[in-house]
Nanobody
Framework: QVQLVESGGGLAQTGGSLRLSCASS????????MAWYRQGPANQRELVAV???????NYADSVKGRFTIARDNAKGSVYLQMDDLKSEDTSVYFC??????????????WGQGTQVTVSS
């Protein structure tokens, strides 16, 4: 089984910073894309940022220039540096990873979510 465990959420002030971390463990041959999502107003999950296994990154327009995604392939971890936080960044953030197992099947796994609250 594969697990993703997030950490680093919490409370920040407007204009402040937080750094989220997500560590993977379990039966993992390799990981394709790793990403961060957050919960939208209708409880849907919205893509915040994604990085593929070649290091190519994409961001939601709402976070471009403020958030930075990074991954450590050796550790199977992904990070989200969030700067210049705004109240609308308040949400539950989830990490996701497209894991290749030893039978070479690819499956998406999700972390449990971590709360980020931005106050003015």
């Amino acid at each position: 089984q594969v697990q993703l465990v997030e950490s680093g959420g919490g409370l920040a002030q407007t204009g402040g910073s937080l750094r989220l971390s997500c560590a993977s463990s379990g039966r993992i041959r390799s990981i394709n894309a790793m990403a961060w999502y957050r919960q939208g107003p209708a409880n849907q999950r919205e893509l915040v940022a994604v990085v593929n296994n070649e290091g190519r990154k994409n961001y939601a327009d709402s976070v471009k220039g403020r958030f930075t995604i990074a991954r450590d392939n050796a550790k199977g971890s992904v990070y989200l540096q969030m700067d210049d936080l705004k109240s609308e960044d308040t949400s539950v953030y989830f990490c996701a990873a497209d894991v290749v197992d030893f039978e070479r099947f690819v499956r998406r796994y999700w972390g449990q979510g971590t709360q980020v609250t931005v106050s003015s």
